[in-house]
């Protein structure tokens, strides 16, 4: 218990919570990261696997790839199936390199979290935030056991349902929240990759796919009717259907033990702008993106590298102006970012996802998606180009 102040105080110790503070960290800005889950819990949140090219850049950047370079599993390859064709797209043919890997989330942030630890980080872990007050003029985060942090700036980076973003007016954001119809269950199962690359299936009965996320466990999803949850696809229905739904012969993916299963819910959300005077959001406080094309995770650390910058520059001197207008400004930049994601996680959603049945013009918007396929097979130029934003950008240099 006791007040502790600091210049920056980050709710979350996810990706770009912990993202940030090392950044700030290593720029000589006073930074405290605040997270209601202990260390053992920190680490154990499987989530999302794919780490695209900025990323990667990101955590090189930072000196905390070694594990990552070491046991990650290169991303080199998709492909897509449907009516028994199969689209490939290789990136160290069409790109020339393959620079994403995929590495489970949970591991980002064991290397993050040692690392800020390591130099020195200030981090008070199994302290749920309660509130959000105003000292001042200045922020400030109470925590339940009784600390409070005072800040200069306070970041949200707890995901939507933070306490911070709750604390805040929802009169101040103009939010888009769009339900996209389509749910996936997504198992983690005991049993190797069939391909040595992701695969989307595209079948009548619905999407099946193949996510890679080490030698021997696969993540594999397939869409599930309304209605239906967990309990409606026990093991053996599960097995026959990614089967059936992938176009594979029998004993090609080999059944093991699943290890998770949970229905995903494809989801866009959007809140605009990015802060709220001394209060910055990133990440799915922010905006939430289908997993379609795995780009939650990288547009999270993405805001965070860029709020760093921003925010360093403020602390040391860099840049003039008040914080109300380094965040307006910082929240301009992501946004822009954020909806050219949003439109490629939208294009990536049609096309693994035919239209739902009593959809106007459902036959029309079916034969548009197999031209976008068609397109990806047989147009180099376009197929080099799709690559390029399913890859990423690359890591802005002043970062």
């Known amino acids: ?7 920056v105080a980050v709710v979350g110790a996810g990706p770009a919570g912990l993202t940030l503070a090392t950044l700030l960290h290593e720029r000589g800005v006073d930074c405290v990261v605040v997270d209601k889950f202990d260390h053992e819990q920190l680490v154990a949140r499987a989530r999302a696997g794919f780490l695209e090219r900025r990323t990667v850049q990101l955590l090189d950047r930072l000196g905390r790839s070694k594990r990552l370079r070491a046991e990650g599993l290169p991303h080199t390859a998709c492909e897509f199936r449907y009516d028994g064709e199969v689209v490939r797209l290789d990136y160290g043919e069409l790109c020339g390199d393959a620079p994403s890997f995929v590495y489970p989330q949970q591991e980002v942030v064991a290397d993050l979290l040692e690392g800020y ?45 933070g306490p911070v973003r709750g604390a805040l007016p929802a009169e101040a954001f103009t939010e888009y929240d769009v339900r996209h119809g389509v749910r996936l269950l997504g198992v983690l199962a005991q049993t190797p990759p069939f391909a040595p690359h992701t695969v989307y299936g595209q079948h009548g ?84 993106v289908p997993p379609s094309g795995g780009k939650g995770m ?45 439109e490629f996680s939208h294009f990536m959603l049609h096309l693994q996802h035919g239209p739902r049945p009593g959809t106007p013009d459902a036959e029309y918007l079916e034969r548009l998606r197999r031209a976008r396929l068609f397109r990806l097979r047989e147009d180099p130029a376009y ?17």
């Open 298 to 342: 990288n547009l999270a650390m993405a805001d965070a590298a860029d709020l760093a910058v921003a925010l360093g520059r403020y602390f040391c001197g860099g840049a003039g102006g008040e914080v109300g207008e380094v965040l307006a400004a910082y929240s301009r930049r992501r946004l822009a970012d954020v909806w050219q994601v949003q």
């Open 117 to 161: 630890q390591a130099a020195g980080g200030s981090v008070l872990l199994g302290h749920p935030v309660v509130g959000l007050g105003d000292e001042r003029g200045l922020p400030v985060v109470r925590c339940a056991e009784g600390t409070v942090v005072r800040a200069e700036v306070v970041v949200e980076a707890a995901g939507q349902y």
């Open 1 to 7: 218990m006791g007040t502790i102040e600091t210049q």
């Open 205 to 288: 009965d619905g999407f099946a796919g193949q996510m890679l996320r080490s030698p021997e466990v696969t993540r594999l999803y397939v869409e599930v009717a309304e209605g239906e949850g967990v309990a409606d696809w026990p093991e053996e229905r599960l097995w026959r259907e990614l089967e059936g739904r992938l176009a594979l012969p029998p004993g090609v993916l080999r059944r093991g033990p699943v290890l998770e299963r949970s229905l995903v819910e494809m989801r866009t959300r959007v809140v605009e702008p990015m802060h709220l005077g001394r209060v910055a959001l990133v990440g799915d406080a922010a905006h939430i």
């Open 383 to 399: 197929a080099r180009a799709f690559l390029e934003r399913y890859m990423g950008p690359e890591l802005a240099p002043e970062i």
